[in-house]
């Protein structure tokens, strides 16, 4: 076991700032209630740091994954009609969002 | 007709083959439990009555005309993270309230080609995230067996459904131990297969290197049939591998001689409660007398796996739920002055706090400045786990743990404290990271009249061989025929 690792720690973890980056608009009340929480988190699995993993491959998945191919045949996949079926909001076959650009 | 829902697939498969009960008595049997029961439990997010009469009817007509596929018209109740052509798929979250399923996710379409009926959608915790399935929008489910208390999550309305007899039997995932969690705290059988082993496409993802599919059953001999038709490569889904199925009935009978079966000491220390760790040291004891050979072993990084666990399946969850931005489907938040605004409002008003969390965590730890020393660094922690489990199949064929450190606990008492209910994962996330199979089996009850499960692991593929290892045992006891008052 290495010392107390000197990484950025769990009083670090900005709420609002990582809220931002996630694209979540949450209330003060609510950046005021996860802050704790997520700091008392993230201090806990810090504790990962401690261990030398210097020589040790990181695992992605815990199988092999190779690339599949199928044969480049046509096949059936969802009719624009079926797709657009959940749309909170459309026109025609397309999602309408607010104005992008003035 | 009501002990008929509590019996085995193979014996509700015979009845209706020899004509002694049709399918629309099952699903209408069903029904009726489901009105006079799922008031008080909760078990079910949605059921559509005349659809799935009409299913049963359908099932009844075409084994009238010759089709004698075993499993023919024989309900199931399925989790609502899986897409069913038709049916609502809402993960118990605001954000996709109206969504209906537009295609089949691959098990679905394999247990549809083999008969089954989709009867309805159970409860969860909000996108598989919790262990309690406190964390639903459509509120919580309770304990068949005491209804003061968490059936168990994150497929706690599929083990709440098949323990009160609501359901014959249930599909639900595990990406950190959600299916044989709540299988464990309602006393059935619930199977984690091996990572690669079920397709995933239809599968409304958490934690892509982790999740997989598997049954809720009453018995483990149900859990193989459902197994059998669910497994095997899948070309929609490229973690799904083609590796040979075998026949998993075929590998059950007999006992245990022969078998030798590992016990981690570091699965069996202080904070398991004393009577979850008396049960299963009982259950040891049942496979030692059954003939299986124990010795103790050593899975040395186990203290890492809630660590690394909640690193990794928060990471992918956070990449995984950004398509929920109310453009294509589900809840949109009004008045987004442009997409961004419009994807912020949507996201906070349509996710619950335990997904804000979870995403909340995982930016960060994807997060520029924090990537190499938590993403990266729990992947190779994720590494040493997996070293730590080929190490000990070297010289074992399965391990036996307890499922959780206690037994079902008491709604509330931990949906307070993130961190402490994290902790409970520990004797079952390490299986999702290492990518083998695990199931759970009843192993006795609490002094407080609840169940507890015994945890039977295996080796990559190995699914027969813990299937086999689980039935020698659940044959020669009583626990799985053990039902909760009514």
Known sequence: MSPEPSQP??????????????????????????????????????????????????????????????????????????????????KDDFFVVPKIVE | ??????????????????????????????????????????????????????????????????????????PIAVKDILNVTGQPCTCASRILDGYVAPYDATAIARLRDAGLLFVGRTNMDEFAMGSSTENSTVGVTRNPWNTACVPGGSSGGSAAAVAAGEAVAALGTDTGGSIRQPAAFCGCVGLKPSYGRVSRYGLTAYASSLDQIGPLTHCVDDAARILQVIAGADPLDCTCLDVVVPDYRAALGGDLSGIRLGLPREYFVQ???????????????????????????????????????????????????????????????????????MYGKTRAAG?????????????????????DAYYVTAQKVRTLIRRDFEKVFESCDALLTPVAPTAAYRLGSVSDDPLSMYLGDIFTA?????????????????????????????????????????????????????????
């Open chain 2, 351 to 371: 996710f619950g706090d335990e997904v804000k969390r979870r995403i909340l965590l995982g930016t960060y730890v994807l997060s520029s400045g924090y990537h």
């Open chain 2, 1 to 74: 007709m009501s002990e008929l829902l509590d019996r085995s697939i193979g014996d509700i498969a015979a009845l209706l083959a020899r004509g002694e009960c049709s399918s629309v008595d099952l699903v209408q049997g069903l029904l009726h439990r489901i009105d006079s029961r799922d008031g008080d439990l909760s078990a079910y997010v949605s059921v559509d009555r005349d659809d799935a009469l009409g299913q049963a009817q359908r099932a009844d007509k075409a084994r009238s005309e010759g089709d004698h596929r075993d499993l023919l018209g024989i």
């Open chain 2, 271 to 341: 904070g398991i409660d004393a009577d979850v760790e008396q049960a299963v040291r009982g259950a040891i004891q049942q496979c030692e007398a059954l003939g299986a050979e124990i010795v103790e072993v050593s899975l040395p990084h186990t203290e890492y796996a809630v660590s690394t666990y909640y690193i990794i399946a928060t990471a992918e969850a956070s990449a995984n739920l950004a398509r929920f931005d109310g453009v294509r489907y589900g809840l949109r938040a009004p008045g987004g002055k442009d997409p961004i605004d």
């Open chain 2, 430 to 486: 390490t299986a999702n990271l290492a990518g083998i199979c695990a199931v759970a089996v009843p192993c006795g009850f609490t002094s407080d009249k609840l169940p507890v499960g015994l945890q039977i692991v295996g080796g990559p593929y190995q699914e027969d061989r813990i299937l086999q290892i689980a039935h020698a045992y659940e044959q020669s006891t009583e626990w799985h025929t053990m039902k909760p008052e009514r």
């Open chain 1, 9 to 90: 720690g769990g009083a670090e973890i900005d709420v609002a700032y990582v809220a931002h980056l996630a694209r979540m608009h949450l209330s003060d009340e609510e950046i005021a209630r996860f802050q704790p929480q997520l700091g008392q988190i993230v201090d806990y699995v810090r504790q990962i740091q401690a261990l030398d993993t210097s020589d040790v491959e990181p695992t992605a998945h815990a199988i092999e994954i190779r690339n599949v191919a199928r044969a480049d045949t046509r096949r059936e996949g969802l009719s624009a009609d079926v797709a657009m079926r959940n749309a909170p909001q459309s």
